[in-house]
């Protein structure tokens, strides 16, 4: 094979060279883009640190509303003992022990909405019965109840691309203070705040409307929350 020769079959080698890692390329940006089509969220712009900061204070702001709407429809022992364990939530220091608390408050809240919503007469009834303050209450609470379930029901769109992300590469939590343990928690939080969103988004508005109580629903979830800590 003469030099002229041997040049044009070098150059034809590189070709294909190019054309082939121009292809891999494309299918590899190809791949990219299904991804964010399929989940809604490219892998490689997720915020985690920016995901799990709203997902917290969506589901501190949920806990609290529901607590204070907990308080309003419970008997007088439960509704007194909701508060005690509140007051011992925000004294408590010891992680544990406001683990063990605010799995209490949780338990009891759920308790006494479930049990609210099985009777709905009873449940009109006191709701009618409530007086100014506590009317005001109401509201604020379940306008906060309302605004943490939008927010979690916006952020659950991505929690699974969240958990894929995460699982993939712990190291990626590393700006956000969270174990991978904690992590998984307060997605599996969101996911279910977001799942059970009709009671605030629909069932309680229902039974406001019913007592005569009338209820502006948050508009969404970049409402500013309503300041409920000196009502209790």
């Known amino acids: ?20 890692h121009a292809g891999l390329s494309s299918l590899g940006a190809l791949s990219s883009k299904l991804t964010e089509s399929a989940t809604g969220v490219s892998s490689s712009n997720i915020d985690l640190a920016g995901f799990f900061t709203q997902a ?12 204070a709407l907990a308080s309003l429809l419970a008997s007088k022992k439960d509704s007194d003992e909701l508060k005690t364990k509140q007051k011992s939530l ?25 049990a609210s919503k099985k009777d709905e007469q009873a449940t009109v009834e006191k709701l009618s019965a409530l007086d100014s303050k506590q009317k005001q209450l109401l509201l604020n609470s379940a306008s906060n109840f309302a605004i943490a379930s939008l927010t979690a029901r916006e952020l659950a769109i991505n929690s699974k691309q969240v958990s894929m992300s995460i699982m993939s590469n712990p190291s990626s939590l590393s700006n956000t203070g969270l174990s991978l343990v904690d992590a998984k928690d307060v997605v599996s939080d969101i996911t279910g705040i977001a799942k059970n969103s009709s009671m605030a988004l629909v069932e309680y508005p229902k039974l406001f409307k019913k ?7 948050p508009a969404s ?8 800590s000196s009502l209790l």
């Open 221 to 228: 979830s970049t409402e500013k929350p309503k300041d409920i």
């Open 211 to 217: 007592a005569g109580i009338e209820f502006k629903m």
């Open 56 to 67: 917290k204070a969506a589901n501190s702001m949920f806990i609290d509303s529901r607590t």
């Open 1 to 20: 094979m003469n030099m002229k020769k041997t040049a044009i079959v070098i150059s034809m080698i590189m070709a294909i060279g190019s054309t082939a």
């Open 90 to 114: 925000k004294t408590t220091s010891d992680p544990k022990e406001k683990n063990a608390i605010q799995k209490e408050i949780i338990a009891m809240s759920s308790a006494v909405l479930e």
